[in-house]
């Protein structure tokens, strides 16, 4: 342990730095002194456990891999007598269960590594506003009472910060029963959104029902949905339990709602409303205690403008949304993806992609999404050749064929991997800055990234 007393004054913020890197614990100290913290320093949760009494500290800095106690238990046990001290997580791994399991165990927030200490800071900042605000509601409590958490079930990937927004959201909303409603086109990964609802959600163990919204014609998706009685139409020869029956005490996805006919929406808005329906043909009110997510591959405010949608049943809807980016506005979560699917489909573990095979899939602009993406490594995995996936094994189309072009000349020149994707970083961001007039906040916008990670980049690259 490296530590020192340190006398609390008045409004100075205390951070403890959980760590078992000696330099990561000493980047982290010289970069916030300057800024008035005073920091105190652990190797591992079991001493960090042991320090909190003493030092009392407004904030917690918390690595996940950790030796002796994780950082996930370490967080839970934190939680359960310092829970008002913010706790900010560091993790290495752009994993989506990691991400909702930390914000599910109360962490404030979290950083991947390597991080800007600019982007620690501002979270740093965040948590000081939150501490004190918790001070101020806890001592209005007082005088008021006086008076009187790589698994299998991580499929959901991505660095990128929309995702890592979606992946806080989903921690934060799963333990509720909130209605959930997910926007996104076709292959972005909707369904997999919604089992990592459920996955996390206090409904875990009761029954989770999925229901395709566009692969039922008007009458058989409304005995699909609500049941039917015997005899209620030709061919209904025995009585049908619906899926929002058998989702009693559940939950229910409802993917391509946008699909579901105007007659079945005015059926569902009820659902929701009172958690009452009849089976067809049925006279007997039925009532069930679900939770539902919908999906939708369509822009459904444009639906409601149309009159294809209903107006009210979106209200009712869009109580959490969550709007899943296309994969060519996450290009930088292209070669994790890649890799992710990589392991999957090779069996051997045998497989490398060659530079220049990387730098064509972040070119591609993939209009089939995530799922494009699976089944064109699945593709690739089978037709290797010497343990490399090289371009001509790609069954894509080349749409940005003069770009591709420089960057065969490049790798002609002998350039690096590196070399090349600091070229690619310096040409889109030139672009974005050209097409925003140069309004950085703009830029930073169009590439997705954060503008202080755009001035950094312009920075180190000489752009001016």
């Not at 569902?268 to 009849?278: G, K």
């Not at 006279?283 to 009210?312: C, M, P």
């Not at 591709?404 to 994707?421: A, C, H, P, T, V």
């Amino acid at each position: 342990m490296i530590s020192k007393r340190v006398v609390k004054m008045k409004n100075e913020k205390v951070i403890l730095v959980v760590d078992d890197e000696s330099s990561m614990r000493k980047n982290i100290t010289d970069g916030l002194s300057p800024e008035g913290y005073k920091t105190f320093e652990a190797r591992d949760g079991k001493e960090a456990l042991k320090l909190l009494g003493e030092m009392k500290p407004n904030i917690i800095l918390l690595d996940i891999n950790l030796p002796q106690m994780d950082g996930i238990t370490a967080l839970k046990e934190i939680k359960k007598d310092y829970n008002d001290v913010p706790v900010i997580i560091f993790t290495a791994y752009g994993t989506s269960e990691r991400a909702i399991e930390t914000m599910k165990s109360g962490a404030f927030d979290y950083l991947e590594k390597p991080f800007e200490l600019d982007e620690l800071k501002l979270i740093i900042k965040r948590a000081a506003e939150y501490s004190d605000l918790l001070g101020e509601v806890k001592q209005l409590r007082t005088q008021v009472s006086n008076i009187n958490l790589f698994s299998k079930t991580d499929q959901l990937i991505g660095r990128n910060p929309k995702m890592q927004e979606i992946f806080k959201t989903i921690g934060r909303i799963a333990p509720t029963d909130a209605t959930v409603l997910i926007q996104g086109e076709s292959g972005t990964g909707k369904e997999l959104i919604a089992d990592a609802i459920y996955r996390h959600s206090l409904r875990f163990n009761k029954p989770y029902i999925k229901v395709n919204c566009g692969a039922f014609s008007e009458t058989l998706l409304e005995s699909e949905i609500f049941g039917h009685e015997k005899g209620s139409f030709t061919g209904a020869i025995t009585q049908r339990l619906g899926r929002f029956e058998i989702a009693n005490e559940g939950t229910i996805f409802l993917d391509e709602i946008n699909n579901m006919p105007q007659s079945l929406q005015v059926r569902l808005l009820r659902v929701l409303q009172n958690q009452a329906f009849y089976r067809v043909g049925g006279e007997e009110s039925l009532t069930v205690d679900v939770r539902v997510i919908a999906a939708t591959n369509k822009d459904i405010e444009s639906e409601v403008e149309t009159g294809t949608f209903r107006k009210d049943l979106f209200y009712r809807l869009n109580v959490v949304r969550i709007n899943i980016p296309p994969l060519r506005e996450r290009i930088d979560d292209i070669p994790l993806l890649a890799e992710y699917f990589l392991r999957k489909y090779d069996q051997t573990s045998s497989l490398a992609v060659q530079p220049e095979t990387m730098i064509k899939l972040q070119a591609y602009s993939w209009p089939g999404n995530v799922r494009e993406l699976e089944n064109t490594i699945q593709s690739a995995v089978v037709m290797a050749r010497e343990k490399i996936i090289s371009i001509d094994q790609l069954p894509i189309k080349n749409n940005d064929s003069a770009e591709m072009l420089s960057y065969d000349s490049l790798l002609k020149e002998g350039k690096s991997f590196k070399d090349i994707i600091e070229n690619v970083e310096r040409t889109l961001i030139i672009k974005a800055l050209k097409q925003t007039n140069g309004n950085r906040t703009q830029a930073a916008k169009m590439l997705n990234i954060h503008r202080r990670l755009l001035y950094s980049k312009m920075k180190d690259y000489g752009i001016d």
